[in-house]
């Protein structure tokens, strides 16, 4: 398999914006790192600096939760009323998307995945994450609750409660859906009428740069939002730790949603972690098997399989395994890799060469414990960081490459005799992000949806992502939930007023 490469003119406003050094937005001004320092960013596809950006520290989260604190505690912000922050919040998302084309442009150079998805999914699903929250800002309401107070007979109450938000923010994203991600926490957060320090990832800072001049532009007060990019070590763990900072927002690795928390123990900073997975998806002989053959193919290889809830654990019933197998490893070999600029690429490279190693070292480790890999198996060519879809037989529970995170473009496929003895085994992992059902019997398919440990189970698709359905980890795989009306409860939080009439 060859890597396709050809030319292709880029936007005018992209190669303007990639042009000059990024800074970091802080108190609604383009400023360099305190430090002096930039990093690079690189594009995944040819192993080229794209941009060199700003590279935030302490000193920078610093000045950016000062202001932050600013903005909540006496800037005009808190002072809006709901209706007008929603419509910040809408107007944001009606500029984002008059840039559509622009913001997938610059999601495909920085992290490579393919411009068709970026324009289709990224950059669409992040507006409709933005007009829904816009609706929540006016309607965040509390109760009012009799209360019976026996130690004060015949005493008078009124109490109700107020939704209030929850305060200043730091929000750690991480790299594989760069703009999403950012959409995601953003728009929660804004809604609520929250303050934001928003630490993109280092391999993928540029959408969230380029998003904050459209926040300027939106018309946020100053400070309202920050934008602070740089690493996870100096940058993010300074955020994670700051005790002026009131809640801490994580997505990445399940290994540093850990030592966030530790972090946050300083002032008990509120928490929200959306982690790792290894997503068992479950096809059973009675289901339309093209469906759930290509169903499963995406539900691994979207996104290059670097999707937290990817479909990495393919349970299949015996009978139909080999053709299950089959089938999702004859379209492992037609997937065309190659630039995300080329219209005809279905998967780009992986985002950086440390993944690139990482998943290779996976590939290695599972040849040694006996996997066989009858797609893929292998990198591809060296400019680039581009893998093959790969598809292992042979794997079993007790192996790495059954139990750990790949983060790439690799399923394991496991045989399973009865719904009895699979679940357990479907079970057996530290993760519980989502889960996958294929079958006609919606009996049973709901039956097994209730006994998933995970917090999204699909049946019968894959992947399916709206603003208003809640996303989140069971076990070690997160705290709380993110999109829907979920999402709220992680930006406000609950005072009870109560008044003796
Ligand atoms: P990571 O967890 O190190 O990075 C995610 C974000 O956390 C980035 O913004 C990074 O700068 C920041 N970060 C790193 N260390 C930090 C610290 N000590 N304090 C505060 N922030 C910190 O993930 P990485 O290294 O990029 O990828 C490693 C593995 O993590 C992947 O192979 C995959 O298994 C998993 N991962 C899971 C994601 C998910 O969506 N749940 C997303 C990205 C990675
Ligand atoms: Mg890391």
Redesign the pocket.
């Known amino acids: 398999m060859g890597v396709a490469v050809s030319p292709i003119q880029i936007d005018s406003r992209v190669s303007e914006f990639l042009g000059k050094t990024r800074p970091m937005l802080i108190d609604g001004k383009w400023v360099n790192a305190v430090s002096g320092k930039t990093f690079p960013t690189y594009n995944p596809a040819t192993g080229e600096v794209l941009a060199q950006v700003a590279e935030g520290d302490k000193a920078d989260i610093d000045l950016a939760v000062k202001t932050a604190r600013k903005a909540f505690d006496s800037g005009p912000w808190s002072r809006l009323t709901s209706s007008e922050r929603g419509k910040l919040v809408w107007k944001l998302a009606d500029l984002l998307e008059e840039h559509i084309e622009e913001f997938a442009t610059i999601e495909t150079l920085d992290n490579g995945k393919p411009l068709t998805v970026a324009r289709a999914a990224d950059v669409p699903l992040a507006v409709d994450m933005f007009r829904y929250m816009a609706g929540w800002s006016t309607k965040l309401e509390g109760t009012t609750i009799p209360i019976s107070v026996p130690y004060t007979p015949g005493a008078v109450y009124h109490a109700y409660t107020l939704r209030e938000p929850v305060g200043v923010v730091g929000q750690?994203?991480?790299?594989?859906f760069p703009l999403l991600m950012a959409a995601w926490k953003l728009a929660p957060a804004l809604a609520s009428g929250c303050c934001v320090i928003l630490?993109?990832?280092?391999?993928t800072p540029l959408s969230a740069l380029r998003l904050g001049e459209l926040i300027q532009e939106a018309g946020f007060p100053d400070g309202v939002v920050n934008v602070v990019p740089g690493?996870?070590?100096t940058a993010?763990?300074a955020?994670?730790a700051h005790d002026q900072v009131d809640k801490i927002a994580?997505?990445?690795?399940t290994?540093?949603g850990k030592?966030?928390v530790h972090?946050a123990t300083g002032n008990l900073k509120k928490v929200s972690l959306?982690?790792?997975g290894k997503s068992p998806n479950v096809v059973f002989k009675d289901s339309d098997l093209d469906g759930a053959i290509s169903g499963s193919a995406s539900a691994i290889f979207f996104n290059h399989g670097q999707c937290?809830c990817a479909g990495s654990r393919l349970y299949v019933e015996r009978p139909v395994f080999d053709q299950v197998v089959e089938g999702v490893a004859a379209r492992a070999k037609k997937i065309r890799v190659g630039s995300g600029l080329d219209a005809s690429t279905q998967m780009g490279p992986l985002v950086s060469q440390e993944?690139l190693n990482?998943v290779c070292n996976y590939l290695d480790i599972g040849a040694s414990e006996g996997a066989k890999a009858v797609a893929g198996g292998k990198k591809i060519g060296d400019k680039g960081y581009f893998v093959e879809p790969t598809v292992l037989t042979n794997t079993k529970e007790s192996m790495k490459v059954v139990q750990e995170?790949i983060?790439g473009p690799v399923v394991a496929a496991i045989p399973f005799d009865n719904v009895e003895e699979l679940m357990p085994r479907a079970n057996d992992t530290v993760y519980g992000l989502a889960a996958g059902i294929w079958t006609k019997d919606i009996s049973k398919a709901h039956r097994l949806a209730a006994s998933m440990r995970a917090g999204t189970v699909w049946i019968n698709c894959y992947n399916i992502f709206d603003a208003a359905l809640p996303f989140g980890g069971y076990k070690q795989s997160g705290w709380g939930r993110e999109m829907g009306k979920d999402a709220l409860e992680l930006y406000t939080q609950t005072k009870a007023v109560c008044t003796r009439l």
Not at 199 to 203: F, V
């Open positions: 750690v994203i991480p790299w594989n630490k993109p990832a280092e391999q690493y996870g070590e993010g763990a955020l994670a994580f997505t990445g690795s290994e540093v030592l966030i972090a959306e982690l790792g937290c993944q990482r995170e983060f």
